[in-house]
């Protein structure tokens, strides 16, 4: 019995998992593209979901409510980015304290409350849990978020290609260089945030109508999420070469079997208040693999090698 | 072409640091000039390149670049009139990014970036054709990653792109200083080509003075951040090692010339 409870509850960690692999492929612009932590998204994660909620409330369609989200992210991001570069604070406590100021801004948004339901049977959603199973395939969330996803990653791949988008890579790269070739590096940092934080708002819009409700702390720890779908995909998919495109799917894929432990963990007996605890020490472990590596099981270079002037 | 007038920069102030790295510099260079800038440790070589540069404002004094005042213009919009390699290879290329879309970010350099094509088809025929000036198979392998690339691939990459598009003044920065003999010779060939074929208006600071001697058409020296030595034409050519050693030793009031400046 335990076995078909745990197939059961699948369908839904996938398409939990491509939720928020969409928000992993926001923080995979700012961690990997920009080079930078944005800690905002702890923030936007939770804003996404109230500005779709309390607009489709008042009677607006999914589809604007969703754009009306991704609006809000933006708007936090370039809030992050402007602290950021303008004030010249640190990345990390730039995007910290916009997160904090967001948990206010969000509350006032709810109206004062902790979280607002919707429900699927009084609100056009474009997705909702309840749809995982006997309905329509085009009505199901996994293949409606997998259309979201692909548009999104072919819209990406095709701006980190122009001028704008390798200016943005450039300067996650090489700041300086970049600025000896004419990239304003502060614009290039502040745009990155702005989009990323619209992704992971967009993200959180349509988690929120997939749970039926908008919650103030439904971003808590989303960041370590993030990186924890970034590092799975890398360390799964990183031996393939593959292009910018194939690297974010390969971000989503982290995310969706990132999901899927959580359930397996889940059916092993631990309980879900464990799994903030879970996620940290999973992403720590493979933050550190690669350095650990370098330091104490370093293969020493063959003498004779290639020399390369 | 460049105008230096006045300049001061003063570092750490206020505290035990406080360096005065420019003392009231004043230089002028004109069309075509390839100046050879020499000079001990502190003596104020990268301060004046990274003044001209913007990477920070001047305290006092004023810039010119092609009688355009570019004191206040900040890095990113001065780097449309100039072209730029560094001392350190890692420096003057993204790593994690193509041999052609470093190009591609080059040839950008100056224009507003927008939705356009990061790199176009015309484009890379071009790169192909540049990258074989080089003589270091690049040409091969376009689609490399740059940190693939060896420290003198890269300073030879990080000169085409200042290049590329043809700067209104070059400013190189030791840029041989961090590579083995052979490939140093090999990178400073390929300067004086580039150079001389666009007729650029060159700054290079070097730390060997036969390479100061032998390029360029003026050469000057610095100490305790300002000019005390300026010599061009027949004079420069006649000069010799032992000639500049004896100017840094004179101006330096007989303190003995640093070690790096003899073994060069």
Redesign the interface.
């Known amino acids: 019995m335990e076995i078909i409870k745990f197939l059961n509850a699948l369908p839904g960690a996938c398409a939990q998992g491509l939720i928020w692999g969409i928000m992993a492929i926001g923080v995979y612009i700012t961690y990997k593209v920009l080079d930078l932590a944005d800690l905002t998204v702890d923030g936007t994660m939770s804003t996404g979901g109230a500005v779709c909620v309390i607009m489709m409330l008042q009677g607006y369609s999914a589809g604007f409510s969703l754009l009306a989200a991704v609006g809000a992210g933006m708007l936090a991001g370039l809030a992050t980015g402007i602290l950021h570069t303008v004030m010249g604070i640190p990345a990390i406590l730039s995007g910290i304290l916009t997160q904090l100021g967001l948990y206010s801004i969000n509350l006032r948004i709810m109206g004062g409350r902790a979280n607002q339901s919707i429900g699927v049977d009084q609100y056009e959603l474009l997705v909702s849990l309840r749809w995982v199973k006997d309905v329509p395939f085009y009505k199901n969330p996994i293949f409606v978020v997998g259309i979201f996803v692909v548009l999104l990653i072919a819209v990406l791949y095709w701006f980190f290609g122009t001028e704008l988008g390798c200016s943005i890579r450039a300067t996650g790269c090489n700041a300086n260089m970049s600025r000896a070739q004419g990239i304003n590096t502060d614009i290039s940092k502040i745009l990155g945030l702005v989009i990323s934080n619209g992704i992971v708002a967009f993200s959180s819009g349509l988690f929120a109508q997939y749970q039926g409700f908008a919650d103030v702390n439904a971003g808590r720890g989303a960041i370590v999420i993030g990186l924890a779908a970034v590092i799975i995909g890398q360390v799964i998919f990183g031996k393939i070469r593959g292009n910018f495109a194939f690297k974010l799917l390969s971000v989503v894929f982290g995310s969706i079997i990132y999901y899927l432990v959580l359930q397996v963990v889940l059916k092993l007996g631990l309980e879900p208040n464990d799994l903030k605890l879970l996620s940290a020490v999973v992403v720590a472990v493979f933050l550190a693999i690669p350095y650990l590596k370098g330091k104490y099981f370093a293969k020493p270079v063959k003498r004779g090698g290639a020399t390369n002037a | 072409m460049l105008r230096i007038e006045h300049i001061w920069k003063t570092f750490n102030v206020g505290t035990v640091n406080e360096k005065t790295a420019l003392k009231d510099l004043s230089l002028e260079l004109k069309e075509g000039d390839f100046v050879t800038v020499i000079g001990g440790n502190g003596a104020g070589k990268s301060t004046m390149l990274n003044a001209v540069?913007g990477v920070w404002p001047v305290d006092e004094g004023k810039i010119f670049i092609d009688d355009i005042d570019v004191t206040r213009l900040?890095?990113?919009?001065r780097?449309?009139y100039?072209g730029?390699v560094?001392q350190d290879p890692?420096?003057?290329?993204?790593?994690?990014?193509q041999i052609q879309?470093n190009l591609?970010?080059?040839l950008?350099?100056?224009?507003f970036?927008?939705?356009?094509?990061?790199?176009t088809r015309a484009e890379r025929e071009e790169y192909q054709e540049k990258l074989k000036v080089l003589d270091l198979g690049l040409e091969e392998r376009m689609t490399s990653k740059v940190g693939l690339l060896?420290?003198?691939?890269r300073q030879a990459l990080t000169l085409l792109?200042a290049t590329l598009k043809k700067p209104k003044l070059l400013l190189l920065d030791e840029h041989t200083a961090a590579?083995?003999p052979?490939?140093a010779a090999k990178v400073l060939d390929a300067t004086e080509r580039i150079v001389g074929r666009d007729h650029l208006t060159t700054l290079m600071i070097t730390h060997n003075m036969k390479d100061a001697i032998a390029h360029g058409n003026r050469l000057i020296m610095m100490y305790e951040g300002n000019v005390i030595y300026d010599v061009s034409g027949e004079e420069k050519k006649k000069l010799k090692v032992a000639d500049l050693l004896a100017k840094f030793e004179q101006a330096s009031g007989g303190e003995f010339a640093n070690d790096r400046m003899i073994l060069a």
């Open positions: 540069a900040p890095e990113h919009k780097a449309a100039l730029r560094f890692m420096t003057g290329t993204a790593a994690n990014m879309e591609a970010l080059a950008r350099r100056g224009t970036r927008f939705l356009k094509s990061g790199i060896s420290g003198g691939q792109m590579l083995d052979k490939t």
